[in-house]
T-cell receptor
Framework: DVKVTQSSRYLVKRTGEKVFLECVQD?????MFWYRQDPGLGLRLIYF???????EKGDIPEGYSVSREKKERFSLILESASTNQTSMYLC????????????FGPGTRLLVL | AQKITQTQPGMFVQEKEAVTLDCTYD???????LFWYKQPSSGEMIFLIY??????QNATEGRYSLNFQKARKSANLVISASQLGDSAMYFC?????????????FGSGTRLQVQP
């Protein structure tokens, strides 16, 4: 079974703090994704990565950056957290471009005060 | 225009009955994939079922089936014999292959509550 893990289930941070959200998958998947989920809006793509050190902006990249130094790990960084980044963050991975099914981690609920 | 539309914010169903969750999509790409995910209150998104745009038959996975009507651009999820554990948010999603976009585009979700 594919396993995608996220470093924290719940996180509380203060405005202006630098925040790191970590995601690890154990199935040698090429693609990794970060989404945020807000009520009534579904999931929206922040960034994705298709290989080590390769990344592409998603639909809402502003205020975020990412890092993929190893194939199994994809980090989402909030350089200076703001209250409008309070949300549920979901990491996902998929095997490669022709295998489309994405497998998700348990999510991180981030509260920025 | 929204790519994925789920018009039912919430649905109720009695245990053991079947329920249909609606999903319509908008794309001009002839090659795409459609997905349904379940999200229990714990938060994790669980993959349920997949339908490719060129698949001739409707997808089925156990109690889940996808009613794919290509001309109407709809991909409704049918859950047969509902169970209390089916209570969750359900999301329809699409990947348009021709765009090269690897991510999925999600609808806003439907909250299903199964009543005993």
């Amino acid at each position: 079974d594919v396993k995608v893990t996220q470093s924290s289930r719940y996180l509380v941070k203060r405005t202006g703090e630098k925040v790191f959200l970590e995601c690890v998958q154990d199935m040698d998947h090429e693609n990794m994704f970060w989404y945020r989920q807000d009520p009534g809006l579904g999931l929206r793509l922040i960034y994705f990565s298709y290989d080590v050190k390769m990344k592409e902006k998603g639909d809402i990249p502003e205020g975020y950056s990412v890092s993929r130094e190893k194939k199994e790990r994809f980090s989402l960084i909030l350089e200076s957290a703001s209250t409008n980044q309070t949300s549920m963050y979901l990491c996902a991975s998929s095997l490669h471009s022709s295998e489309e099914t994405q497998y998700f981690g348990p999510g991180t609920r981030l509260l920025v005060l | 225009a929204q790519k994925i539309t789920q018009t039912q914010p919430g649905m109720f169903v009695q245990e053991k009955e079947a329920v249909t969750l609606d999903c319509t999509y908008d794309t001009s790409d002839p090659s795409y994939g459609l997905f349904w995910y379940k999200q229990p209150s714990s938060g994790e998104m669980i993959f349920l079922i997949y339908q490719g745009s060129y698949d001739q038959q409707n997808a089925t996975e156990g109690r889940y089936s996808l009613n794919f009507q290509k001309a109407r651009k709809s991909a409704n999820l049918v859950i047969s014999a509902s169970q209390l554990g089916d209570s969750a948010m359900y999301f329809c999603a699409m990947r348009e292959r021709g765009t090269g976009r690897r991510a999925l585009t999600f609808g806003s979700g439907t909250r299903l509550q199964v009543q005993p």
